[in-house]
């Protein structure tokens, strides 16, 4: 059927086993459709909400046809054999063999007649973005996705296209993390697609090399191609909240922080903290912020640190990972925290980069 060198179809393969899972309760979901016609190898992975497909070259003496095989067998054959060597895929009927030198083994397959292929319709923006910049917003964000939440539309991550900027939004409703960046058009309109959690997943692995991809999205769909691998995902059906709303914009009490210094105690505050809610107390004063943190053991942890700060006291406390997760992302050396009181969220930025703001809700304590 066909032949091809095993560097150039491992990475492909490497990228679709984040779509195509072990154990899926459609069987042909745990495999690979492989289709060779004129020099080329089509191979999609599917698990119905999330598609990879590949398109890479093959031996000229390869025969047109289509095949389905299990996923996880192939690639780690192809994970296992040399670097260098050629794979070699003959099939006859639903059983293919597949070698490699001195390596032989027989697999079985589905019809692809069966496989299931996404349906997209004509793209109601179609855009070029730079691959790096693309993933630093993605990245900058998607931390604050919830996991599980009822709220599904909080399970996903906003891309919202407004005149020339393109803002990456997640919250899970406790926590909520917006970045920018600008985007090569003045007239884009404005475009909304919330992206489900295990596409955002595959979208920061697609874009981990600098190169520039073209991005397309309809109501039901967002496209992704680049260097002849492309990922097409449904996106959740569903209106996102106004984010802007929870952004708070009057906060009185600002302080400038060593972002650094600020999530080292805090990690040491998480060791003590409860192990249920995650506390910590911030008790800011002229030129300090005082952090605390005990548990139902009886235990408890503190620590100062010098801050830039000459308004009121104040006493708050927050869940510590969600600040952890926070600081972690967040550019610069020193950030600057806006609160107004103890009952209000606070917003988190680098004074020096206005492209991402971080806002997270307080806690009872």
């Given amino acids: 059927m066909f032949t091809i060198q095993q560097e150039v179809v491992f990475e492909p393969l490497q990228l679709m086993m984040g779509v195509v899972g072990r154990r899926q309760s459609v069987p042909i979901l745990a495999h690979i459709l492989l289709k060779a016609h004129q020099g080329q190898l089509m191979m999609v992975g599917s698990d119905q909400e999330l598609e990879l497909k590949a398109t890479l070259p093959i031996g000229v003496e390869s025969i047109d046809g289509e095949i389905t095989l299990p996923g996880r067998k192939l690639f780690d054959i192809c994970r296992n054999i040399a670097a260098g060597a050629v794979l070699e895929v003959k099939s006859s009927g639903h059983l293919a063999l597949v070698s490699s030198e001195r390596f032989h083994s027989q697999l079985k397959g589905l019809p692809a007649d069966n496989f299931p292929l996404l349906e997209t319709r004509g793209a109601d923006l179609e855009i070029m973005l730079p691959g790096a910049e693309f993933r630093r917003l993605v990245s900058r964000v998607e931390f604050a996705m919830a996991q599980q939440d009822v709220r599904y539309f909080f399970n996903g991550l906003l891309l919202e296209f407004a005149g020339n900027k393109l803002n990456a939004v997640a919250t899970n409703g406790q926590r909520l993390a917006r970045s920018e960046m600008l985007v090569d058009s003045d007239n884009v309109g404005h475009i909304q697609a919330i992206v489900p959690r295990k596409a955002v997943a595959e979208i920061l ?26 990922l097409t995902t449904k996106l959740i059906d569903a209106v996102f909240p106004d984010y802007q709303r929870a952004i708070p914009k009057n906060g009185d009490k600002r302080l400038l922080v060593n972002r650094s210094e600020l999530r080292d105690a805090l990690v040491r505050m998480a060791i003590v903290s409860n192990e249920l809610y995650k506390n910590v107390r911030l008790r800011l004063g002229p030129g300090q912020l005082q952090l605390s943190t005990h548990n139902p053991l009886r235990e408890e942890a503190e620590e100062e640190l010098a801050v830039v700060y000459e308004g009121d006291s104040l006493e708050i406390g927050f869940n510590v990972n969600y600040l952890i997760e926070i600081l972690g992302v967040m550019d610069g050396e020193q950030i600057e925290i806006q609160l107004s009181d103890p009952g209000s969220a606070a917003l988190l930025r680098n004074p020096a980069d206005p492209t991402a703001e971080y806002v997270i809700s307080p806690m009872v304590i």
Wanted: hydrophobic content about 25%; aromatic content about 4%; some cysteine.
């Fill in 205 to 230: 692995k697609l874009t981990r090399q600098d190169t520039d991809f073209r991005l397309s999205v309809t109501k039901e769909h967002l496209k992704l191609d680049s260097n002849g691998v492309c």
